[in-house]
C-alpha cells in the first residue's frame, strides 16, 4: 500500500523545496505538479487543448502506478478552494490511495503575499520551473490569482484528516518538514538514494 502526502498553497509559498525536503527525510518519491507542466509545455505548448489534456494524463497515469506498485508519493498542488473541481480533485486522490489501504496526508503552506513575490524570483525556483522565467508574467499571474481565487483554507477550517496548516514564512523547509513529521508519526521507508531522488 502506497501513502500520498500533498504539499499544497499558493504559487511560490515554498511547496517544492518543503517537498523534497519531505522527500530526503522520508525516502518517499516526488512528483512536482511543474514535473507533468513543463513536459507538456515542452511537447504540446504552453496552455494548449493537447497541453492540458496531457498534464492531465500524466498525473492520472502516474498516481495510478505508485498505487499499484506500492510508491509513497509526495505531490505538490494549487488549491483554488473555493472552485470545487479543485477540491473534489484532491478529495479522489484521497479516495485513490486510502481505497488502496494507504493513507493520504495534507500538508497547507501559506505565506503573505509579499514573501511570495520575492521567493517568485529565486534563481532555484526558476532553475527548476521554465514556465516560471518571464518574471514579469509570472508576478502578475502571483498577484492575479491571490485576488481572483481562495489559495489557503479560511481560518480553522478542516479540509480533511491528517490536514496540518503550516505558516512557513520565517521557516526552512527542512524545519517545515520535520513539523509535517512530527505531526502525522511518518518514518523513512528503506529504499536507496536512486530509488527516490535519481538524476538530481
Not at 513536459?39 to 499499484?68: C, H, L, M, Y
Request: glycine share 4%; charged share 30%.
Amino acid at each position: 500500500m502506497a501513502n500520498l502526502i500533498i504539499v499544497c498553497g499558493p504559487q511560490a509559498v515554498g511547496k517544492m523545496t518543503v517537498a523534497e525536503s519531505l522527500r530526503d527525510k522520508l525516502h518517499y518519491n516526488m512528483m512536482m505538479n511543474h514535473d507533468s507542466i513543463e513536459v507538456s509545455d515542452r511537447i504540446f505548448g504552453f496552455n494548449t487543448p493537447a497541453q492540458v489534456e496531457f498534464n492531465a494524463v500524466f498525473r492520472e497515469k502516474a498516481f495510478e502506478i505508485a498505487v499499484k506498485n506500492n510508491v509513497d508519493l509526495i505531490f505538490t498542488y494549487v488549491c483554488a478552494f473555493d472552485i470545487p473541481k479543485d477540491r473534489d480533485y484532491l478529495l479522489s486522490l484521497k479516495s485513490l490511495f486510502e481505497n488502496a489501504g494507504g493513507k493520504f496526508y495534507f500538508v497547507e503552506l501559506f505565506t503573505d503575499l509579499e514573501t511570495r513575490l520575492a521567493r517568485n524570483e529565486t534563481p532555484y525556483r526558476l532553475e527548476r520551473k521554465a514556465s516560471k522565467r518571464d518574471i514579469a508574467w509570472s508576478r502578475a499571474n502571483v498577484i492575479s490569482d491571490a485576488k481572483k481565487y481562495k489559495l489557503n483554507t479560511d481560518e480553522g477550517e478542516v479540509f480533511c484528516e491528517n490536514h496540518i496548516k503550516i505558516d512557513n514564512t520565517n521557516l526552512e523547509p527542512d524545519q517545515v518538514a520535520e513539523k509535517v513529521i512530527t505531526a502525522f508519526g511518518l518514518v523513512p521507508v528503506e529504499k536507496e538514494e536512486k530509488e527516490y531522488r535519481f538524476g538530481f
